[in-house]
């Protein structure tokens, strides 16, 4: 099983990952009020500013601080490996 960090010790399954997505849209919006509601909502944040929602097959919905950019890259990569803690810190800021 391949995990995918995101951030701050988080991470999810590559396998459940459904869709990675930018969290200023209104069906983003949705989604998250919608996870708030039926307690499916993670966040992964540790308090900094949601930059990405990965949405999972088992309707999970898990809130990360790091750029959809960014994690899509670290999917693609042959290894899903974590990262040091000083690389990471530096690609939220």
């Known amino acids: 099983m391949k995990l995918l960090h995101v951030g701050f010790s988080n991470s999810v399954s590559i396998d459940k990952i459904v869709a990675i997505i930018s969290p200023e849209s209104a069906v983003a919006k949705r989604l998250r009020d ?49 990262a040091p803690e000083e690389i990471i810190d530096s690609e939220m800021e």
């Open 34 to 82: 919608q996870g708030r509601e039926n307690n499916n909502l993670i966040d992964c944040t540790m308090g900094r500013k949601m930059r990405s929602m990965v949405l999972t097959d088992s309707d999970f919905i898990f809130m990360s601080a790091m750029r959809p950019e960014a994690l899509t890259q670290r999917m693609e990569k042959p290894t899903a490996s974590t």
